[in-house]
């Protein structure tokens, strides 16, 4: 890829800029962890440590049980690659809430920045398109940034989004890392006390 | 091969009964003959949003996220598919989700299909290994209490459980 790629982290915050609490988030693996927590503390996002593959089936179930909200599975290549039959299961599940931001760095970037099969060529938009999602977007720049976020509060989805980002990476912003206490945390803020007592 | 049929109970129709009962939401499925049935009234069902998985992996992910958005979830699938759901169970237990399986058994009683073997006499041990909660029923009698168990266990004590219907009550598959 010789396109211009965009910064990682400030390209996250743009998008989140001027998030609202219709917004639920679901984010991981590692990085794309730390590029939300960065943007802001927030008990409506989500993240899974571990689990790989699993951000957009929990964005999924999630968008289903709460139509009335919009839903944002925020990963990266790696972890998208390794349940990349949540694709096609989406499409056909066609949760208009949704929205899958993949962050692709072309890398694995949390062991060690091995090169990852998107730098290799392999085409997430076009798998997504293949899919048949309704929208597929690929993200080289800020105006693209700026249509997806605001496609992400109105979009007829399911929508899939490439952010094509430069492979830096940028510092760790640790959240909390118990996802029992996420889990609690994410519920009593979306559902009040039912979400603790249930 | 009828002679026991007429005096069964209708197992199948008491698993969508029971999920009913149980107030699940979301029924996700890889699809297995021995839960057509359930997977069909499910579908009818416009209370029940049901629909299906390209991969039991996925299964994890989507009920775990059923329950972050505040509904209950079940995932109906067959034996072989449980080795796909091990390394996914680490959200449930990590995060300690209710997540709620019923599977049909394959590789056991009668079985005629040698491959189906290594995922049905596994199935146990993998689950018990990944931190599930593993309930059996062998005989039709059993099952409809063993789902309400079972599920009143996961979403009650936020812990996955896995009720495994024996090969035994769906009958073996028999190839002519």
Redesign the interface.
Known sequence: MTENLLPRRPSIHRLLQGRTDKL?I?AGLGSAIWDAESAGENPLN?Y???????????????????PERRVLALTGDAELMM?L??L??VA??RPANLSIVCIDNGRFGETGKQVAHTAEGVDLAGIARASGFPIVREVYNDDGIDALRTALYRAEGPQFAVLKVSADMPPVVMPIRD??I??SR??EA??GE??LK? | MAETAAAEPNWREEIYRALKELEIKQVHFVPDAGHAHVIDRCLEDREIEAGMLANEFESVGVCCGAWLGGQRAAMLMQSSGIGNIAHAMGLATSGRFPFFAIVTMRGEWGEFNPWQLHGGQSAEKILEAAGVAVMRANYAHEVADMVLAGARLAFNSYCPVAVLIGQRVIGAKVFK
């Not at chain 1, 899974?48 to 049980?65: D, E, I, Q």
């Open positions: 639920l679901v989500y899974l440590l571990g689990a790989m593959g699993s951000v957009v089936p929990t964005a999924l179930g999630l968008a289903l049980a709460q349940g039959y949540a096609p299961t056909v599940r996802g029992s996420g889990k994410f519920r979306l559902l039912r979400g249930e």
